[in-house]
């Protein structure tokens, strides 16, 4: 893995400054203080919120507090999707801070999958490396690694502790020296115009004649729609971790780079604002 820590480091300190509301019909014994949060990107709202339970909690009467979920704009926070995925994908061209509302009632069971605890998150984030590297090394290193290897990444994680993350995940992005890269790389796009969950499938970071592919590549052969049409102006973005990545960036070095902790690229495909 070519050594661009300062990268690694970028994407894994970017936070997103948050300001969660209580939805306005739940029953307060007093008026609820909105609550102010530096969001890392790279975790799980479920993750780090404890602290905004507890706050809008005082102000309520037990009976009338269930299970806690978010919503931005008429639209449920999926807790499985990382924060920086559902800001990009949701509210990227909007000001700051980002608004949140919280609720305890009325859980939207169409939308969104329960999590009663840290557990169901961990065993989600493990599903998901366990499947990169399916796709990365056909599952070679992951299993190599030993159970305090698995939970260390994850504790990484967890405690947003940069060193105890990478000091494992720095194998699942190695790859032989006689290839050009992984076997496959993990991606997802999400469309924010489409009910479609996302797209993903089998992409190879180098063509058969040995070219590294990029992310144009990658666009043009799975969500086309995401391209400028020759004779027209682009009417998308394309984001990754808040940014606008070039076209021309190959696919490899964006997957050991710009990567959630999951080990997947998640791209988000928005409609570019038309001010």
Same mark, same amino acid.
């Given at each position: 893995m070519t050594d661009d820590k300062d990268v690694l480091r970028d994407v894994w300190f970017g936070r997103i400054p948050t300001c969660f509301t209580l939805y306005q019909d739940e029953i307060t014994e007093r008026e609820a203080e909105p609550y102010y949060l530096l969001l890392p990107r790279i975790s799980y709202l479920t993750l780090v919120t404890d602290k905004v339970k507890k706050h809008f909690q005082k102000v309520m009467r037990q009976e009338e507090v269930s299970e806690i979920w978010f919503e931005y704009e008429?639209?449920?926070?999926? +807790?499985?999707?990382? !924060?920086?995925?559902?800001?990009? $994908?949701?509210?990227?061209?909007?000001?700051?801070? +980002?608004? !949140?509302? =919280?609720?305890?009632?009325?859980?939207?069971?169409?939308?969104?999958?329960?999590?009663?605890? *840290?557990? =169901?998150i961990e065993a989600h984030f493990m599903a998901c490396i366990k499947e990169a590297d399916a796709l990365k090394h056909k599952s070679q290193v992951i299993n190599e690694m030993q159970k305090k290897d698995h939970k260390q990444l994850w504790m990484g994680l967890q405690n947003d502790k940069f060193e105890q993350f990478w000091a494992i995940n720095r194998k699942l992005m190695e790859y032989p020296p006689e290839d050009s890269g992984f076997r496959y790389i993990p991606f997802r796009i999400y469309q924010a115009t489409t009910e479609r969950p996302f797209i993903q499938k089998l992409f190879r970071p180098v063509d058969s004649g040995g070219q590294l592919h990029t992310l144009g590549d990658l666009l043009k052969d799975v969500c086309p729609s995401a391209l400028?049409? @020759?004779?027209? @102006? *682009? *009417?998308?973005?394309?984001?990754?971790?808040?940014?606008?990545?070039?076209?021309?960036?190959?696919?490899? +070095?964006?997957? @050991?780079?710009?990567?959630?902790?999951?080990?997947? $690229?998640?791209?988000?495909i928005i409609p570019r604002p038309t001010d």
């Open positions: 008429g639209t449920p926070l999926k +807790w499985h999707y990382p !924060i920086g995925l559902l800001f990009d $994908l949701h509210a990227s061209n909007t000001a700051l801070p +980002w608004c !949140i509302t =919280v609720h305890f009632k009325n859980f939207p069971e169409k939308d969104l999958l329960h999590c009663h605890s *840290k557990d =169901v400028a049409p @020759e004779d027209g @102006e *682009k *009417k998308t973005q394309v984001m990754i971790h808040g940014i606008e990545p070039m076209l021309e960036t190959p696919l490899q +070095w964006l997957s @050991e780079h710009m990567s959630y902790p999951d080990n997947f $690229l998640h791209i988000s």
